[in-house]
């Protein structure tokens, strides 16, 4: 699982939103300031450089701050929703259907079609067909302990011993 999005990766998610909504916030205020006000008592170019450190950069490095934060949470979002499916899946020997997906979990039948295509597409699971039409989705690496038990070592397959 991404380490970012690990409870810890929620934690540090929360606290980008945090930072970046007043980073953004100040630096907006700042810039407002700046633009309104009149008179000044420093130069040219201190003024600039004020406007830059203490309105655009902050500005942006909040604005950065949400970005990464945003992008953060549908990484999460999205390892949660592949574990679901991989859990469900096994429930289903490692061979499922949209239906069975969709009745398992919180997604509909469109989203679910959607949610194993791109497993399809990852090369994660198999498209089948069964006799009466219906897609079934084959996925690698979930067998039934039957499975697991009966597997022989490679060192015998390879040499034969």
Same mark, same amino acid.
């Given at each position: 699982?991404?380490?970012?999005?690990?409870?810890?990766?929620?934690?540090?998610?929360?606290?980008?939103?945090?930072?970046?909504?007043?980073?953004?916030?100040?630096?907006?205020?700042?810039?407002?300031?700046?633009?309104?006000?009149?008179?000044?008592?420093?130069?040219?170019?201190?003024?600039?450089?004020?406007?830059?450190?203490?309105?655009?950069?902050?500005?942006?490095?909040?604005?950065?701050?949400?970005?990464?934060? %945003?992008?953060?949470?549908?990484? %999460?979002?999205?390892?949660?929703?592949?574990?679901?499916?991989?859990?469900?899946?096994? %429930?289903?020997?490692?061979?499922?259907?949209?239906?069975?997906?969709?009745?398992?979990?919180?997604?509909?039948?469109?989203?679910?079609?959607?949610?194993? +295509?791109?497993?399809?597409?990852?090369?994660?699971?198999?498209?089948?067909?069964?006799?009466?039409?219906?897609?079934?989705?084959?996925? +690698?690496?979930?067998?039934?302990?039957?499975?697991?038990?009966?597997? +022989?070592?490679?060192?015998?397959?390879?040499?034969? +011993?």
């Amino acid at each position: 699982m991404n380490p970012k999005t690990t409870r810890g990766g929620l934690v540090t998610e929360v606290i980008q939103y945090i930072a970046g909504a007043i980073l953004l916030l100040f630096g907006f205020i700042m810039i407002v300031g700046a633009i309104a006000s009149e008179e000044t008592k420093l130069t040219v170019t201190t003024d600039l450089v004020l406007f830059l450190l203490l309105g655009i950069l902050p500005a942006l490095l909040g604005g950065w701050l949400l970005f990464t934060a %945003r992008k953060n949470s549908k990484l %999460r979002r999205v390892d949660a929703l592949e574990n679901l499916v991989l859990q469900i899946a096994s %429930r289903y020997g490692g061979n499922l259907t949209a239906a069975e997906l969709a009745m398992n979990s919180k997604l509909s039948i469109t989203q679910a079609n959607e949610v194993l +295509e791109r497993f399809a597409k990852q090369n994660v699971a198999y498209l089948k067909i069964s006799n009466n039409g219906t897609y079934v989705y084959q996925f +690698e690496g979930i067998v039934s302990q039957q499975d697991k038990d009966q597997a +022989e070592s490679l060192n015998s397959l390879i040499y034969k +011993e």
